[in-house]
């Protein structure tokens, strides 16, 4: 059934400069699930966010959202789909000249007409959804990390978005904060029946909440499956992720020559 | 190392760098220009950023204003006493101040004020993510961001060259009438007579307004610009100050020669 599938990748290729970074992905997103995208710092994860988004327009391959093929959408159709789009950047990205309260409401004032009751109303709702009621008349510079990422999580949702995407969301929180985000997006996405991306390399918090996990590796997707699925993998690369080995399939390097031919090469230019 | 061909290659590549950015600045303007719709829809949007880039340099602007008028007022009537016409101390300042300092002075401190606080807001927000957050949500940042800070620079700078002006020839005012005793009467029918609304007043709003399209460009592009790191805004902020300034002083020569060829 394709319309059960809400996002749907094909053979996405995306280069920066010429450099390879994102080479013939395919994936499948079903609707009102959780998805999870793992793989090491630097493999693409954030690339992969912003050519669903169509932010990047990638250089092969398709991705199709609902019935649209976003890399051929105009810029005026691609701002009218993203207002069924929410997504949270890696640091949360918070408007700094505005406080907390104006942060969540920046899309309802953005995108509708509703007057500034409701705009009230429905900004409490998302606050309080994230724990932070108390905290809207702060200003961005006054949260913490965790807080600073569950205002981003509220504003995110503002608009009832039917997919959400959280960049990295667990990155610098603390175990109980990791914890507390991590039930958020589960909570908050069965209760929009919204569908999520999440690109994370927390694997055990992922493990915990999420019903799909994709692996990236080099540009592919190297290995998939249920969080069942993947505990139970023998395979070398999710080992490798599962259990934080340092030594296995996954190079922790930019690519470059070998550190003898730099070596060499800098002899013979002198 | 330094091979003619390498030094060539370079100058090469430095120029069409040069180039390339100048168009990219152009294709910015007229973006800006496209997508200003929001800016006058929704006009507090315009008026707040009117409101700080005025106010930021209101206090900056007035006190040299005031300076400079006084300073005029010494040299000018240490000028004028040699010819013996003291009186004409109201019309020299006012003319110095309408048709140069006015516009060009206020507008060198209003990059350096002002100008500088856009390109680095605006830089930041691009380095934090906040403008592709905005695009993520289907606001244009260059409408809802960009334009508003781009027209309040516009219309606070002829407000601010003004009040410059104003304050200017108090100033003159103060030194020549109240201090040096020139006669009240005749410094202010002087001026009166001497001071051509079309000719001089009117053209030295038209410089102001060019200067002010000019330095709030070059503020809103290089913070859009902007390498999104601090080190990045930091630079972003100093090209700024002196692209403006540069810009401001080669404008006045262009405009002023075009406009003021001795006709009276
Ligand atoms: N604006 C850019 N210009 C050139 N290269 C980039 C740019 N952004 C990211 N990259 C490169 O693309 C690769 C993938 O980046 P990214 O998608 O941000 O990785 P991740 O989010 O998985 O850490 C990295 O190697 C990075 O160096
Ligand atoms: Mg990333």
């Given amino acids: 059934m394709p319309d059960d599938i809400l996002v749907d990748i094909e053979d996405l290729q995306f280069n920066y400069d010429g450099r390879p970074v994102l080479q013939g992905i395919n994936m499948k997103i079903p609707r009102g699930k959780v998805v999870a995208i793992m793989g090491g710092s630097g493999c693409g994860k954030t690339t992969l966010l912003r050519c669903i988004g169509g932010q990047l327009r990638p250089t092969g391959g398709r991705v199709r959202l609902e019935k649209h093929q976003v890399c051929e959408m105009s810029e005026a159709e691609l701002y009218r789909l993203r207002r069924k789009m929410g997504m949270l950047f890696q640091f949360g990205a918070l408007f700094t000249d505005m406080s907390v309260f104006d942060n969540v409401a920046f899309p309802l004032r953005e995108h509708t007409d509703m007057s500034e009751e409701m705009i009230r109303d429905l900004v409490m709702m998302k606050l309080e959804a994230v724990g932070l009621r108390g905290a809207r008349k702060l200003m961005p510079g006054e949260l913490s990390g965790g807080m600073a990422r569950r205002v981003a999580l509220a504003r995110a949702v503002a608009l009832d978005p039917m997919l959400v995407m959280y960049d990295e969301p667990f990155t610098g929180l603390d175990p109980i904060a990791l914890g507390v985000i991590g039930q958020l997006i589960r909570k908050l996405n069965d209760a929009l029946g919204a569908t999520s991306i999440m690109v994370t390399h927390d694997i055990h918090e992922s493990l915990l909440i999420v019903d799909y996990i994709y692996f990236l590796n080099g540009g592919r997707v190297v290995a998939e499956g249920t969080p069942d699925e993947i505990r139970a993998s023998k395979d070398p690369f999710v080992h490798q992720f599962v259990y934080a080995e340092v030594e296995g399939p996954v190079h922790f390097d930019y690519p470059a020559p070998s550190i003898r031919q730099e070596l060499l090469a800098g002899v013979t230019r002198v | ?264």
């Fill in chain 2, 1 to 264: 190392m330094f091979s003619p061909a390498s030094l060539i290659r370079k100058l090469g590549h430095a120029t069409v760098e040069r180039i390339w950015r100048l168009g990219f600045a152009a294709r910015f303007f007229v973006a800006i220009l496209r997508l200003s719709g929001t800016s006058f829809r929704r006009l507090p949007l315009t008026l707040r950023e009117i409101y700080f880039s005025g106010v930021l340099s209101l206090l900056i602007i007035l006190v040299s204003g005031l300076f400079v008028g006084l300073v005029l007022g010494l040299q000018g009537f240490e000028t004028l006493q040699r010819y013996g016409s003291t009186e004409a101390l109201g019309v020299l300042v006012a003319l110095s101040l309408t048709r140069e300092l006015g516009p060009v002075v206020a507008a060198l401190l209003f990059a350096s004020r002002a100008g500088s606080s856009v390109t680095a807001e605006i830089g930041l927000m691009k380095a934090t993510e906040q403008l592709k957050a905005m695009d993520m949500m289907a606001v244009n940042p260059i409408a809802r961001v960009v334009a508003p800070r781009f027209w309040g620079g516009v219309v606070a700078m002829p407000l601010l060259a003004a009040m410059f002006s104003a304050m200017g020839v108090l100033g003159g005012w103060l030194i020549g009438v109240v201090f040096i005793g020139v006669d009240d009467g005749a410094f202010w029918s002087q001026m009166q007579a001497g001071v051509d609304w079309r000719y001089d007043v009117w053209n030295g709003v038209i410089k102001s307004f060019v200067f002010g399209i000019a330095v709030s460009l070059i503020a809103v592009f290089e913070g859009y610009d902007s390498v999104p790191t601090a080190e990045g805004v930091s630079r972003a902020i100093t090209r700024t100050v002196v692209t403006s300034a540069l810009t401001i002083l080669a404008l006045d020569f262009v405009l002023t020669s075009f406009m003021f060829r001795g006709a009276s």
